[in-house]
């Protein structure tokens, strides 16, 4: 069982930053970002390799958003800049902990959730 403590979400104006964190309590594969807005499906958002070496994002959010980890940690971030208020959503960190052949984008891909952190972006 792997638990998932994410954190850094808040209230920020339009054009600002945020960085969120999320540590794991065990080894992880691939992890990976969602958001779900009120009234929306979850959506994909960044997603990492093991490695690190590799990132996937969502169009909406590329060049803005920048997802890393610290394997020494067992934690990933996300550092959103230029924020927009339609990226005001519930972001949730997602781990992979066995592996499995599903796209990095779907959430099927992941095995253990964090309890997700509230980002709001202001006009």
């Known amino acids: 069982q792997v638990q998932l403590v994410e954190s850094g979400g808040g209230l920020v104006q339009a054009g600002g930053s945020l960085r969120l964190s999320c540590a794991a309590s065990g080894r992880t594969f691939a992890m990976g970002w969602f958001r779900q807005a009120p009234g929306k499906e979850r959506a994909f958002v960044a997603a990492i390799t093991e490695s690190g070496d590799s990132t996937y994002y969502a169009d909406s959010v590329k060049g803005r958003f920048t997802i890393s980890r610290d394997k020494s940690k067992n934690t990933v971030f996300l550092q959103m800049n230029s924020l927009k208020p339609e990226d005001t959503a519930v972001y949730y960190c997602?781990?992979?902990?066995?592996?499995?052949?599903?796209?990095?984008?779907?959430?099927?891909?992941?095995?253990?959730w964090g309890q997700g952190t509230q980002v709001t972006v202001s006009s």
């Open positions: 997602a781990a992979e902990a066995s592996l499995s052949f599903s796209p990095l984008t779907t959430p099927s891909r992941y095995d253990y």
